[in-house]
């Protein structure tokens, strides 16, 4: 699983494989906490992170959005996620 981003000790990944499950999403890892987000709600579907990583999280989410989204589409043609600007 490629890191696509890494911020403020956040880890940002994204499988990719054709047929990964829906619906479309990312993982983040701090510490030896992890969490999985929603990339169209941008909401917590599973896990947890501190509360201040989170929000950390959901703000640079929102920022690559569509990003995220194309990401997506190329993990689920086996293509390797490119590469996120980290929030600054």
Known sequence: MPTISMFYGIIIRM???????????????????????????????????????????????????DELRADWQLAMTGEEPCRIQPLQ
């Open 15 to 65: 499988y990719y494989a054709p047929g990964e499950h829906n619906p479309p999403h990312f993982h983040a890892y701090y510490n030896e906490c992890k969490a999985t987000f929603s990339i169209d709600s941008l909401e917590l579907m599973q896990g947890d992170l501190p509360r201040r990583q989170m929000r950390l999280v959901q703000a640079w989410a929102e920022l690559h959005q």
